[in-house]
């Protein structure tokens, strides 16, 4: 109780420290400069119907020129740099419909992604990098639906000592049914300690990063039980329009 305690001391002093000088910005508001495509089916790079896209200072999603969404999962990818020990931030929100021909579960669903895989080294066809996921929901209007969640594609993480039994595990926080920019943030201690936290609120913590789970691709099969301790940093299309700002870490 004490360490628990301590622990949210120590939490609120980084955040009663942090000030616009100790932020560096990922996005630039203007263009993909540093950013990095990769949509299953279609080479790295390859900005299939502009699914990616800058507007009104946001890094958006959008579908407007789908039909439907063909399985066209996809990433971009923060690429100058890898990161091990990090405190990140941004803003999202929710728009518009859900894509015709989009998996159910993917309304109002998108994700950031932690610790992934190079890019360069996914499968043509391969849906989701090998990463730590802090899944984000935006509320429906029929009951709860928390966001910021743990969804391991590719990997396995402990929490409260024990390894994840689901894909997906739910976070304590609030639902946010309004399509309102929500404020989230990741503390990550290389493989061994991440805390995600939406607007100022620790709401899931886990442990130990590493190759793992049922999605794994045929390249990482060598690979499993490695510790995850550095990746890149990427933000998913699922089949819901969103778009994301303030990304700095």
């Known amino acids: 109780m004490l360490l628990s305690f301590a622990f949210l001391i120590f939490i609120s002093f980084l955040f009663s420290c942090s000030n616009d000088n100790d932020w560096t910005y990922l996005f630039n508001g203007k263009n993909l400069d540093g ?6 089916t279609h080479e790295i790079g390859d900005n299939y119907k502009n699914t990616f896209k800058v507007e009104n200072g946001s890094l958006k999603v959008s579908y407007e020129d789908y039909e439907s969404f063909d399985d066209k999962f996809g990433h971009i990818f923060y690429t100058k740099k890898k990161f091990k020990n990090y405190h990140l ?3 999202y929100k929710f ?28 499968l043509i066809d391969q849906e989701f990098p090998v990463s730590a996921e802090m899944q984000l929901l935006g509320g429906i209007n029929d009951g709860d639906r928390p966001t910021a969640n743990i969804c391991t594609p590719g990997t396995d993480v402990d929490i409260n000592g024990e390894k994840a039994k689901y894909h997906c595990i739910n976070s304590s926080s609030s639902t946010y049914n ?5 404020n989230v943030e990741v503390i990550v201690y290389s493989d061994s300690l ?8 620790t709401v899931l913590t886990y442990r130990n990063i590493r190759v ?12 499993i039980n490695e510790p995850l301790k ?12 969103v778009e994301f700002k303030e990304i700095k870490i």
């Not at 793992?212 to 690979?223: A, F, M, Q, V």
């Not at 550095?230 to 329009?241: M, V």
Request: glycine share 10%; with cysteine; aromatic share 6%.
């Open 35 to 40: 950013w990095e495509i990769k949509i299953r």
């Open 89 to 91: 931030s941004l803003e």
């Open 95 to 122: 728009s518009g419909k859900h894509l015709n021909g989009a998996p159910g579960w993917s309304l109002k669903n998108s994700g950031i992604m932690l610790h992934c895989q190079d890019p360069n080294s996914m």
């Open 178 to 182: 309004e399509d309102d920019w929500v």
């Open 194 to 201: 991440v805390h995600h936290i939406v607007q100022k609120d």
């Open 212 to 223: 793992g789970g049922d999605e794994i691709p045929k390249n990482y099969l060598t690979k």
């Open 230 to 241: 550095d990746g890149f940093i990427s933000l998913q299309s699922e089949g819901h329009p």
